[in-house]
């Protein structure tokens, strides 16, 4: 079963999963071997992202490597129950590509258990966004509370200060009619 893991130092190993995994060409319309290996769900420990890794058993090469967002979905592949595939923004040969991926194990469940938990995955990434979205909107209505708060203190103290310098400025005027006034 293929379940979530983190690499040494920024992250920890748990299960792995053997499997083939295939990109599909879209000039040949046909589907191309990427690799046997090993696929993992990597949880980043700072970020708490996470991606889907796998390496090619015997030299090591990634052959596929992309964040698990909320808009991804994973189905079984037609004819095949031990197959799935899902659309991914891979970054396996340095830079981003949509890839259309399909990924075969040995036994039927343990593909249903690889579907299960990319589901899992997909559902948390989409929870994620939503708490975020709501704290954002949250946290912006809390700054235009106090920006409303701090514009009505800034109208009503205006009038006080135009009164308190209306009055210095008549008290000034005053001393000086007072003083050019000769007395009696």
């Given amino acids: 079963m293929a379940s979530i893991s983190n690499e040494p130092e920024r992250e920890h190993r748990d299960e792995e999963e053997k499997s083939k995994l295939y990109r599909f060409d879209k000039d040949g319309s046909q589907w ?13 420990k700072e970020s708490g992202k996470i991606r889907l890794v796998m390496r090619q058993s015997k030299t ?7 964040l698990v967002t909320s808009g991804m979905s994973v189905q079984e592949h037609a004819g095949n129950d031990k197959s799935c595939v899902w659309h991914a923004r891979d970054f396996s040969d ?13 036994s039927v469940e343990n593909c249903k258990a690889f579907m299960q938990k990319f589901k899992e995955v997909a559902d948390s990434e989409e929870e994620k966004e939503e708490s975020k ?13 106090v920006e409303e708060k701090d514009t009505e203190e800034k109208k009503e103290e205006k009038p006080v200060e135009k009164v308190a310098s209306a009055e ?8 000086k009619t007072d003083e050019s006034v000769p007395s009696a």
């Fill in 60 to 66: 090591l090469k990634i052959c596929a490597n992309h």
């Fill in 168 to 175: 210095a400025e008549k008290a000034v005027e005053e001393k």
């Fill in 32 to 44: 191309k071997e990427r690799g046997a290996g090993t696929v993992k769900f990597l949880k980043h």
């Fill in 133 to 145: 979205e709501a704290s954002d909107t949250a946290g912006l209505l809390e700054k235009l509370t």
């Fill in 94 to 106: 340095g830079e981003l590509k949509d890839e259309l991926f399909c990924i075969r194990f040995a």
